[in-house]
């Protein structure tokens, strides 16, 4: 079945962050938040993890949001609407817990972190929940969304980490600033595997700050996204080992080992590296279309 491109848009003027609308009406029809998808581009590309960031089931269209960081990504950045992706795999994953909960939400979404943030935002609000926004990145141009998740929050906190925008610094400020003031029920934090390290440290209870349930959802590698190749294994403080794809990806943070994950996620960078080098060099000899 071709999975068509409707729709491409770049958001924001980092160049690096682009928002893609795919037909993929069966996929559309059993989606929910905390749901993701594998895409093949083509028959020789990898096959790369990414959030439905928002679905319509009446059009039968999910929508990507993509940070280019290395070759795959760079591939999908250039394919343009009307063109096909070769595979498209999903809903993979656990939709988030939804239920009313007694006091307010914490969303905390860091820079690309912020796309998965949205549909759980919505599905939580929808059920009568507060929702407490904090958006986070290194500078504005990396801050995208924000009338959608303005929509669907009842408050709104924007940080960047040059202050360029909102509060300066990190997303952590405002998050300990809120939970010494007021009880929270759930904290959920999506962005980068150091931020939501951070995060956890903080509503973990060991820093004179109330205990919260907090929940991240882990980016790790994945490559089958059923169970079967181990690739997103991840270790938890009491020496078990966890699947993000059939556990998660949302799961627990206050059990996850993020030191152990931090390092074993760096273990193919050098051939991610050159395979990113070698499509750069490639693109330069491609004519634009
Ligand atoms: C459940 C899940 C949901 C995700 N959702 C999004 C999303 O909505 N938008 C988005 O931009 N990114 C998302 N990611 C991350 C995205 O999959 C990676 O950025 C992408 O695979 C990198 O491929 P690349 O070839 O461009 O970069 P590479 O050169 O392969 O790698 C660059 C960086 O990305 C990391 N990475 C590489 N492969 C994977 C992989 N298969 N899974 C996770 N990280 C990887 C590497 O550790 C490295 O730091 C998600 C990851 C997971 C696990
Ligand atoms: S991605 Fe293969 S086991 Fe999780």
Redesign the pocket.
């Known amino acids: 079945m071709p999975y068509k491109i409707i729709k491409k848009l770049q958001l924001g003027n980092s160049g690096t962050?682009f928002e893609m609308d795919i037909y993929a009406p069966l996929i559309a029809k059993k989606a929910f938040a905390g749901n993701?998808i594998l895409i093949r581009i083509n028959e020789t590309g990898?096959?790369?993890?990414?959030?439905i960031?928002d679905y319509n089931r009446e059009v039968g269209i999910i929508t990507?949001?993509?940070?280019?960081?290395?070759?795959?990504?760079?591939?999908?950045s250039h394919q343009n609407e009307g063109d096909e992706l070769l595979d498209v795999v999903g809903p993979?994953?656990n939709r988030i817990h939804i239920k009313k909960y007694e006091h307010p939400i914490i969303i905390i979404g860091g820079g690309?972190?912020i796309?998965?943030c949205y549909p759980q935002a919505k599905e939580l609000k929808e059920v009568g929940n507060k929702i407490i926004s904090i958006l986070g990145a290194r500078t504005k141009d990396l801050i995208f969304w924000r009338e959608k998740m303005a929509g669907i929050s009842d408050k709104i906190i924007i940080s960047t980490n040059d202050g360029s925008e909102g509060i300066k610094g990190f997303v952590t400020e405002p998050l300990k600033d809120i939970i010494s003031k007021e009880k929270i029920s759930l904290v959920i934090a999506i962005g980068p595997m150091i931020m939501m390290k951070n995060v956890v440290s903080i509503t973990d209870g060991t820093e004179n700050l109330p205990r919260v349930e907090t929940f991240v959802?882990?980016?790790?590698?994945?490559?089958d996204?059923t169970g079967m190749c181990g690739?997103?294994r991840f270790p938890a403080k009491d020496g078990q080992i966890h699947f993000?794809?059939v556990e998660?990806?949302d799961v627990n943070g206050h059990i996850v080992d993020f030191d152990i994950l931090l390092n074993r996620?760096?273990r193919?960078?050098e051939?991610?590296?050159k395979?990113?080098d070698l499509y750069k060099e490639e693109c330069k000899n491609l004519k634009p279309r």
């Open positions: 962050l993701f990898e096959r790369i993890p990414l959030t960031a990507i949001v993509v940070q280019i960081v290395g070759k795959s990504t760079l591939l999908l993979l994953g690309v972190g796309a998965p959802s882990l980016n790790t590698i994945m490559i996204g690739g997103c993000a794809c998660g990806p996620e760096k193919f960078a051939f991610e590296e395979s990113y």
